[in-house]
């Protein structure tokens, strides 16, 4: 059974960075592609940035050159590794991964904040 385990939130300044990791159990996952998605409070989630599994990405033009999402298949990883923080970064980071067979997981969530 397939389970998600995120990690590498917390508190930084603005203009810090942090690397969010999402590591998927199961011997026999096979992952197709990841993402990370986002949610403030009394905001609706947004996509952040997503990898699909021939290696093209994308990402929300509010991230663009500050974020980079990247993939380890070896260790069943997606990673997200965030640069140039701003305060409106703050949110809860969610991981999405989807597997060759069209399965869909997401994370249990990590809070990111961003002070001033």
């Known amino acids: 059974q397939v389970h998600l385990v995120e990690s590498g939130g917390g508190l930084v300044q603005a203009g810090g960075s942090l690397r969010l990791s999402c590591a998927a159990s199961g011997s026999g996952f096979s992952l197709d592609t990841g993402g990370w998605y986002r949610q403030a409070p009394g905001e609706q989630r947004e996509l952040v940035a997503r990898?699909?599994?021939?290696?093209?990405?994308n990402y929300a033009d509010s991230v663009k050159g500050r974020f980079t999402i990247f993939r380890d298949n070896a260790k069943n990883t997606v990673y997200l590794q965030m640069n140039s923080l701003k305060p409106e970064d703050t949110a809860v980071y969610y991981c999405?991964?989807?597997?060759?067979?069209?399965?869909?997981?997401w994370g249990q969530g990590t809070q990111v904040t961003v002070s001033s």
């Open positions: 990898v699909f599994w021939r290696g093209s990405t």
């Open positions: 999405y991964l989807r597997d060759r067979y069209n399965a869909e997981y």
